[in-house]
């Protein structure tokens, strides 16, 4: 297998549910071996369903999907080897432990305890990047929430799969795991396994991925790298609350201003020197500045824009003239 097989590779991938919505419509991306890659938008964008698709869980109604080289259809054994998907929904027997949970899942892809890549060892490896050590003899319904989706990633991984999917890891997940997580998660993509992430935290697709795709309504409304994603949105703004008269406010910076819900006002501010001649205009217009912030474009921002989720701009600033 060569590296420039595409660990994923979604073409023209459309879903139509019986007597419900096209939840995804002419979907296509590939994902490179090696990539961090984020699959993000709004509730309902059509995230989950791809996954299930990918994962065999669910055919697609046009399109298709291979995982390293292998479509899904016509080779799902072939691709489900390759592949480690981490479910946004929690599912597990209750009455298993967490290690006979694991050793199960393993048995599935016909992989035993002396298996030299994902004998034992890696088993106890997984646990224990994932905190889960103490917790390998407890039964699945004595534990918490939290507990139960690091068992979820864990089972992602018993095969060493080179590809892993993890729909929203870390919904309802404390901050100590989520660093343990994302570090173990970090490390195995420094190893060279294909990470796709979907999460509705975006400062973490934002952190980890390196490349990021945007559903809305089933189709793909932005697809780039995250740094130049971030460039494309009106870099940094100055943010400030004026002390004085609104009306004072000379009339270019007027027009370029935004006024917040809060009652502050924003101005684009590319550099330095664009930060510096605003603060001297303000000043020579004799207005005092209240509270002053600088605030770098996230991809919050970028996300609320491409899904359409943003609240309407507020208004530009009206200048008494
Ligand atoms: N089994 C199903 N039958 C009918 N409609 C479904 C089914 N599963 C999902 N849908 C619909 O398909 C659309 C996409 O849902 P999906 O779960 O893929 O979204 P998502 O992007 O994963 O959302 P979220 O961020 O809430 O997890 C939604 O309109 C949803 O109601
Ligand atoms: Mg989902």
């Known amino acids: 297998m060569t590296n420039s097989v595409p660990a994923l590779a979604v073409r023209n991938v ?26 993000l ?16 869980l669910a055919r697609a109604s046009a399109g298709n999907v291979s ?12 691709a489900r080897m390759n592949l480690g998907v981490v479910p ?5 027997d209750p009455f298993f432990t967490v290690r006979e949970t694991l050793s199960f899942t393993r048995g599935y892809y016909g992989l035993g305890a002396r298996d030299p890549r994902c004998g034992d060892d890696w088993i106890d490896e997984v646990l224990h ?19 139960k989706r690091r068992v979820l990633v864990a089972q992602a991984l018993v095969h060493r799969p080179p590809v892993i999917i993890l729909d929203e890891p870390t919904a309802g997940v404390d ?3 989520r660093h343990t997580l994302w570090k173990f998660i970090a490390r195995l993509n420094r190893e060279g396994c294909t990470v796709i992430l979907t999460t509705h935290y975006l400062e973490e697709a934002q952190q980890y991925c390196g490349r990021i795709a945007m559903l809305k309504l ?7 790298r995250t740094q130049a994603l971030l460039r494309r949105q009106a870099a940094t703004r100055l943010v400030f609350r004026l002390g004085g008269e609104l009306a004072a406010l000379p009339a270019d910076l007027a027009a370029g201003a935004e006024a917040l819900p809060d009652g502050r006002l924003a101005l684009a501010a590319t550099d330095a020197g664009a930060i510096e001649s605003a603060l001297r205009r303000l000043r020579e217009a004799g207005l005092q500045i209240d509270d002053i912030e600088l605030r770098h474009a996230d991809l919050e ?6 899904t359409g989720d943003a609240p309407e701009p507020a208004a530009p600033v009206a200048t008494v003239g």
């Open 14 to 39: 459309a879903k139509q549910y019986r007597n419900g919505p096209r939840a995804l419509d002419g979907v296509s991306f590939d994902v490179a071996q090696g990539e961090f890659f984020g699959l």
């Open 41 to 56: 938008g709004p509730n309902g964008a059509g995230k989950t369903t791809l996954i299930s698709i990918i994962a065999g």
């Open 301 to 306: 921002d970028v996300f609320l824009r491409l």
């Open 218 to 224: 089933g189709r793909v409304v932005a697809l780039d």
């Open 88 to 92: 946004q929904e929690l599912v597990f």
């Open 129 to 147: 990047n994932l905190d889960l050590s103490d917790k390998a003899n407890a039964n699945m319904r004595a534990l918490s929430g939290g507990m």
């Open 67 to 78: 995982v390293m080289g292998h479509d899904v259809v016509a080779e799902p054994a072939l």
């Open 175 to 177: 901050v100590e795991l």
